[in-house]
C-alpha cells in the first residue's frame, strides 16, 4: 500500500510481528486509543531508567525501590488528566474484563 512504499521499515516491521498486532484491532476504537497513548507510559520509563543508570549501583534493593518510589511519587504530581477518551474507554473496559476491570479499579 501507499504507506508501505513511504515508509518501507514500518510496513517491515508490521509484516513481522502480524500476529502481536492485528489483536489490538479486536477491541473497540475507545480502548484503542487507549492503547495507543504511550507517550506517558514512554516517558515515565525513561525517567525511570535514567534515575536508575546515573545511581549504577544500589547497597541493596530496598535502596532500589526507595529510589522508584520517589520518582514514581515526583512523576505522579506532574500528571493532569487523564486522556480524554478514559471514561468511554473505562466502560468498554469493563464489558470486556468484567468484575477483573471492576476489581482493578476498586484497588
Known amino acids: ?21 492485528i489483536p489490538f484491532f479486536a477491541f473497540p476504537d475507545e480502548v484503542r486509543r487507549i ?7 514512554e516517558a515515565l520509563n525513561s525517567k525511570l531508567r535514567r534515575a536508575v543508570s546515573a545511581r549504577g549501583h544500589f547497597p541493596s534493593d530496598d535502596a532500589a ?27 468498554q473496559f469493563a464489558v470486556i474484563f468484567g468484575e477483573r476491570f471492576i476489581r482493578a479499579m476498586a484497588a
Not at 2 to 21: H, L, N
Not at 72 to 79: H, I, T, V
Open 1 to 21: 500500500g501507499p504507506w508501505g512504499m513511504r515508509y518501507p521499515a514500518i510496513g517491515q516491521s508490521w509484516r513481522r510481528a502480524w500476529g502481536e498486532v
Open 35 to 41: 492503547i495507543y497513548t504511550t507517550n506517558s507510559i
Open 65 to 91: 525501590t526507595k529510589l522508584l518510589y520517589l520518582i514514581l511519587n515526583r512523576s505522579e504530581k506532574e500528571w493532569k488528566m487523564p486522556p480524554r477518551e478514559w471514561t468511554m474507554a473505562k466502560a
